[in-house]
């Protein structure tokens, strides 16, 4: 982590103290202009095609007075299954995305920047399989100037995470 800049603090922190199966050094930060962060911008600056890049939505889910909150890792391809696969699992009566104020507050991340590395220990980290089966993927860094490139089974592995079939539609 020799550009700890292009990066989160929370997602600092996690790489200091990385005890997942892959060695930290398969997590790679590289410098990325903040104008284009947003996946399609980026992927367009960038030539990344959507099939390389994985997004993380936050999502707010609700049963009674109670709220969940998760992260769903889903290829750029797709969008996440936040009604059905993901409202299922989390055993909530309502599942949306979470508002981009309380994202941004509960994560100390950046909108648009995002990642399930450095989330809060509680949430629950939804990596749909093609993520999880890809070689490498393109994820936030927590700001919008920087991106992770890291391999789909590094996302599977972290603290909080479940593979789901069909995660992605």
Not at 17 to 30: N, R
Request: net charge negative; with cysteine; proline share 6%.
């Amino acid at each position: 982590m020799d550009r700890a800049d292009l990066v989160a603090e929370p997602v600092t922190e996690a790489l200091a103290g990385w005890a997942g199966a892959e060695p930290v050094t398969s997590v790679l930060v590289v410098d990325t202009d903040p104008e284009l962060a947003d996946t399609g911008n980026f992927g367009q600056a960038y030539d990344v095609a959507p099939e390389l890049s994985a997004n993380c939505v936050v999502v707010a889910a609700k049963r009674g007075q109670d709220v969940t909150y998760a992260a769903c890792m889903v290829l750029a391809s797709t969008r996440a299954d936040v009604n059905g696969l993901v409202r299922k699992h989390l055993g909530a009566r309502k599942a949306s995305f979470a508002p981009m104020d309380e994202a941004v507050s509960l994560t100390g991340m950046q909108y648009g920047g995002i990642t399930p590395i450095g989330l809060p220990a509680d949430w629950p980290v939804l990596v749909d399989a093609a993520v999880a089966d890809a070689a490498y993927v393109v994820i936030g860094s927590g700001n919008r100037r920087g991106k992770i490139i890291v391999p789909g089974k590094v996302l599977a592995d972290l603290p909080g995470a479940t593979v789901l079939e069909g995660l992605g539609l």
